[in-house]
């Protein structure tokens, strides 16, 4: 086996190990309902979604591994893992969307009618339940190479050349909806800053507007490097590892650092917080008044 195959095995089968526990404890405190302050916000539940997308690549990424150490497609399912990252990533551009939109309304105040935000969430995945089942399919022509990492699509079948230009056009429209929602955003805060002299808006609502930003920036970056620079960079054997590690960061390392980094009291609950006290609170007190004792539970 070649040198770089046996490098890009151990990358993957390493980010996957180290980061998906991590992703998933993320998850568990935003998505299980470990915490309420979670739940009542939808940003945090769209953020809950984009994470989720990413525990995939992360599963994934550990059969990308074995296949290549193994030299061995496990019986079609390293392609099938191929195929739920690229569906995840495709997901990936579409929740950057929405969660700008729910950082446009409640920066700027604007209100929208609550079936469209969660209409657009549902949309999201009947996405990526359509991408699995067309790239599944006969006629999506995806296949795995000889080397057991590279991916190619049969251009004679006519889900194959469909989901190619669906993919460029989308990311294209995607990224450009997102880049012009957070420039309108900033232009806003900025008129508002300059009107008032503050923005009024909340630090922890600037954070949220932030980290999305970060990961749009990211997410769009990797598209971009897909569409105009896969084939350059994976003809040469060296520069391949170089694209695999800009892919490797975005899906794996990208919201740990972004999320993590920028959002103290997440850090502290998903590395510090015991398990047991990230369940629901309960406080007992008992009092005596008059002749019956009564019992008081308190949630918090």
């Not at 089968?13 to 915490?35: D, E, F, G, H, K």
């Not at 989901?163 to 929602?181: E, G, K, M």
């Not at 630090?203 to 990797?222: C, D, I, M, P, Y």
Request: aromatic share 16%; with cysteine; net charge positive.
């Amino acid at each position: 086996m070649q040198v770089r195959l046996q490098i890009l095995g151990w990358m993957h089968l390493v980010s996957s190990l180290i980061c998906t526990p991590i992703l998933l404890r993320m998850c568990y405190v935003r998505v299980l309902l470990a915490y309420q302050k979670y739940r009542r916000h939808e940003c945090y539940r769209i953020i809950a979604q984009l994470l989720i997308f990413h525990v995939f690549c992360g599963f994934d990424y550990v059969f990308y591994a074995l296949g290549i150490l193994l030299d061995h497609d496990l019986f079609g399912i390293v392609r099938g893992a191929h195929i739920i990252t690229i569906a995840s990533f495709c997901c990936l551009l579409t929740s950057d969307t929405i969660l700008a939109l729910n950082r446009f309304q409640i920066l700027t105040q604007f209100h929208t009618p609550r079936f469209i935000r969660v209409g657009l969430q549902i949309v999201l995945w009947i996405e990526f339940s359509v991408l699995l089942i067309i790239l599944f399919s006969p006629f999506g022509g995806v296949h795995l190479a000889a080397d057991q990492y590279t991916i190619t699509y049969d251009s004679s079948r006519a889900f194959s050349w469909i989901f190619d230009y669906f993919r460029f056009y989308s990311s294209v429209a995607l990224s450009s909806c997102s880049l012009t929602i957070y420039v309108v955003i900033l232009l806003f805060l900025g008129y508002r800053k300059y009107r008032f002299k503050k923005t009024k808006t909340s630090k922890a609502e600037r954070s949220v507007a932030l980290q999305a930003g970060l990961t749009f920036l990211f997410n769009s970056f990797t598209a971009w490097v897909y569409k105009y620079c896969y084939l350059f960079l994976m003809e040469r054997e060296w520069t391949s590892i170089v694209y695999v590690c800009e892919q490797m960061m975005n899906f794996m390392y990208v919201p740990l650092i972004v999320y993590l980094l920028l959002n103290r009291k997440l850090r502290r609950q998903v590395f510090f917080q015991p398990q047991c006290t990230i369940m629901i609170k309960r406080l007992v007190v008992f009092t005596t008044k008059s002749s019956t004792p009564s019992v008081r539970v308190h949630q918090y």
